[in-house]
């Protein structure tokens, strides 16, 4: 794929940025919490402070939206929307499941995006039009058009209290009606792993614009769907605690809203 200049710098500040990660991974972190369960690392910090800076050089006057400083200039035309650290729980435990998360939003729409899990070695990209793909290879969503021979994935949100009713209804669920559900503690990368096949379907809510902004774009590209648990559009907010987010491939994204919906 002949990449954009956006694609181009989205990659090298995510392997940068990447970079850091693994100066801290299985290190000692200054660990500090924004909420009970929810931590935050020099290692998160330091990864958003050099993909700013790179952004920034190619494109001056972009917006950002990053998880660790909150929305600055996020009406502005063009806006990256990145999480310099997804899977923080899993990185200040050692395991190896966590990733770089950088999109590009124009207007209302994203148009490129960069998953990077430098600890795997695994790298997932998708621009408008262009394709998806897995460390250069082009990818697609799986063909699965069985539930009950389908592998999902979820995950739990860190405010779950005044929630639980509903969040581990629609797991019970779920798992009653698949083949198997599993936690990989990941957002970005349950989606990258969507849009490339080896799952089949996500579903979580309480999401933030940073957690699935890349994974958007790359499961749509791959040929996937998303939508929110209605099988609409409001599937993407700037910072909803209300968002409902579902993907799949084309032939099961009808019976996964029926069971989020039952």
Not at 71 to 84: A, G, R, T, Y
Not at 95 to 107: E, G, R
Not at 109 to 126: N, S, T
Request: aromatic share 10%; proline share 2%; charged share 25%.
């Amino acid at each position: 794929m002949q990449l954009s200049n956006y694609l181009k710098t989205a990659l090298k500040a995510a392997e940068a940025g990447a970079g850091i990660l693994m100066k801290y991974y299985g290190k000692t972190l200054n660990i500090e919490y924004k909420s009970a369960t929810d931590p935050v690392s020099q290692a998160d910090k330091n990864s958003q402070k050099k993909i700013i800076s790179i952004i920034k050089k190619d494109f001056p006057t972009h917006g950002f939206l990053a998880e660790e400083d909150g929305v600055s200039d996020i009406q502005k035309e063009f806006c990256w929307i990145i999480d310099p650290l997804d899977g923080t729980v899993n990185f200040v435990h050692g395991l190896p499941q966590f990733c770089v998360s950088i999109a590009l939003k124009h207007k209302k729409e994203i148009i490129a995006g960069v998953i990077y899990a430098p600890a795997i070695k695994e790298v997932f990209i998708a621009q408008k039009g262009k394709g998806a793909y897995f460390n250069g290879k082009r990818i697609k969503s799986s063909k699965n058009a069985l539930l009950t021979r389908s592998l999902g994935v979820t995950g739990f949100p860190y405010q779950i209290k005044g929630k639980e009713d509903r969040v581990f209804k629609n797991f019970e669920n779920m798992v009653l009606n698949v083949q198997g559900v599993r936690r990989l503690g990941s957002a970005a990368l349950d989606m990258a792993y969507t849009a490339c096949g080896r799952l089949d379907f996500f579903w979580e809510e309480t999401l933030k614009g940073w957690d699935i902004a890349a994974g958007i774009i790359i499961i749509k590209e791959a040929g996937g769907v998303v939508t929110d648990y209605k099988g609409g559009k409001d599937y993407f907010s700037v910072n909803n605690d209300a968002t409902m987010l579902a993907a799949s491939n084309k032939k099961l994204h009808k019976q996964l809203l029926g069971i989020l919906n039952d």
